[in-house]
């Protein structure tokens, strides 16, 4: 029975990302993910969980390795279960949204939202578990209380540093004081063009082969990753990675238009993508992709964070003068980490069951506290549809920093041009996502993820202290 479903999951998540691939690439006109789940919705049935459970009751304590995967099956059929629940809602919800603005049915898609998350709320139940959060806690072992008390303390520390930094920033990127900014005003400090000229666009394939080269491979000798960069009309406008066939299908998408920004998120999804395309082939299917969100988004942020980097920026680009570029790259990245605390502690407050009432003013007043920009209650229950991520993005924030300070102990300030970091980092991607972002810290000697280290790291690149 084991082996059958493990094939069948492998298959499932083929088709699925490559049909995300072939959409979002703009090679297709429309998605067919709903006919893809219909044909593999054997996976997600009862008995199919049944018969996992029963299979992992069989196996015995000391056979770890199989039992974890058993585990990973198990979470994945649970979840799927409830998704499926779920699938025709969030379909409308999907025709709703490109539109909502325009053509004033904001209100509409907002009700659906508020209906899927009832009825993913009572298909938990269903499933047995009290909500949301123990269900994510059982099959997933993640503390979110806990990692909601870290993000409280994160917010605590950082504030007044992330309040004065904000408050000369605006100003002299947007022309707005703090008082009056709205958070379209952060928005566009993530795409702020004032330092783009230092990030042409003809240099950016050139210099990811020059990264991995300087780290010790050669990425135009990497058959099973593919860089597509040709331009469509209907291409995603952002960089991403599809994981189509781990390790041997692995799809890099990116529109080559230079700029920070650009640059940025093209780094982003190269960690990403290095880390599916050096995963083992002798792991289980299920640790090499379904596994813990947080290992791929904190390798992703490995690599995006070298432009917080001086000496990257001067040795890669000539940028010597990158003071004040630097400390708006941290300040936006504080924002993005204090954001992700605010969303962490609201959705862990509402998957909880304690927000029965007023969730739209809570997420208000957590949001403006975070930011310290003036925050409505709008966009309240979109900000879950991805669940969790935010939870997901501090844990992987945490690790990426103590992984980079490790690798600059090890390898020095330049780790990024070290042979020996490349190979450290391979042996690390072969595990693909067989451990969790908590599970890998240990075992590389990093400890329990440090979120105070976390704050006090990002307050010092706002303040201008380079660690």
């Known amino acids: 029975m084991l082996s059958e479903y493990r094939q069948r999951f492998t298959d499932f998540q083929t088709e699925l990302h490559r049909e995300d691939y072939l959409f979002r690439s703009g090679r297709k006109r429309d998605r067919e993910t709903a006919r893809i789940r219909a044909d593999y919705s054997d996976l997600f049935k009862p008995s199919a969980i049944a018969d996992l459970r029963a299979k992992l009751e069989e196996t015995s304590q000391q056979r770890e390795t199989e039992r974890r995967s058993i585990n990973r099956l198990i979470a994945f059929a649970v979840e799927g279960n409830l998704l499926a629940r779920a699938r025709e809602i969030s379909s409308e919800i999907e025709n709703y949204e490109p539109n909502a603005r325009r053509t004033g049915e904001g209100e509409v898609a907002q009700d659906l939202r508020a209906e899927r998350l009832e009825m993913l709320r ?76 230092f990030f042409p666009r003809e240099r950016m394939l050139g210099v990811y082969r020059e990264l991995f080269l300087a780290l010790g491979f050669d990425s135009e000798k990497q058959s099973n990753l593919t860089i597509d960069s040709e331009p469509r009309p209907d291409k995603q406008p952002q960089a991403f990675c599809s994981p189509i066939r781990v390790p041997d299908e692995i799809a890099l998408a990116v529109n080559l238009t230079g700029g920070q920004a650009n640059y940025r998120e093209f780094l982003r999804e190269t960690g990403h993508a290095q880390l599916y395309a050096w995963t083992s082939r002798n792991n289980y299917p299920e640790f090499r992709v379904g596994g813990d969100r947080a290992i ?135 595990t693909g996502q067989r451990y969790t972002v908590e599970e890998l810290a240990s075992m590389i000697g990093l400890g329990e993820l440090d979120f105070d280290w976390l704050a006090s790291e990002s307050l010092d690149w706002v303040e201008g202290r380079t660690r």
Request: hydrophobic share 40%; glycine share 8%; net charge neutral.
């Open 122 to 197: 009572d298909g938990a139940r269903e499933l047995g578990y009290e909500n949301r959060l123990a269900m994510r806690r059982e099959l997933r072992g993640f503390d979110d209380e806990k990692l909601a008390g870290q993000a409280r303390k994160i917010l605590s520390k950082t504030e007044s540093g992330y309040v004065n930094a904000l408050s000369w920033l605006l100003p002299r990127e947007t022309g707005v004081s703090i008082d009056d900014a709205t958070p379209s005003r952060l928005g566009f400090l993530q795409g702020f063009t004032r330092f783009d000229h």
């Open 296 to 430: 791929t988004v904190a390798w992703g942020l490995l690599f995006e964070n070298l432009t917080l980097d001086e000496r990257w920026l001067m040795t890669t680009f000539g940028f010597a003068e990158n003071r004040e570029f630097r400390h708006a790259l941290a300040v936006l990245r504080l924002i993005g980490q204090r954001r992700a605390a605010a969303l962490t502690d609201y959705e862990i407050e509402f998957h909880s069951g304690r927000l029965t009432t007023a969730a739209g003013a809570r997420y208000a007043e957590l949001m403006t506290g975070a930011a310290r920009v003036r925050f409505d209650e709008t966009g309240h229950l979109r900000s879950l549809d991805d669940a969790f991520y935010s939870a997901d993005f501090l844990r992987a924030s945490a690790f990426e920093a103590q992984m980079r300070e490790h690798l600059k102990t090890r390898f020095g300030q330049r780790w990024w041009a070290s042979r020996k970091a490349g190979e450290t980092l391979i042996d690390l991607w072969n």
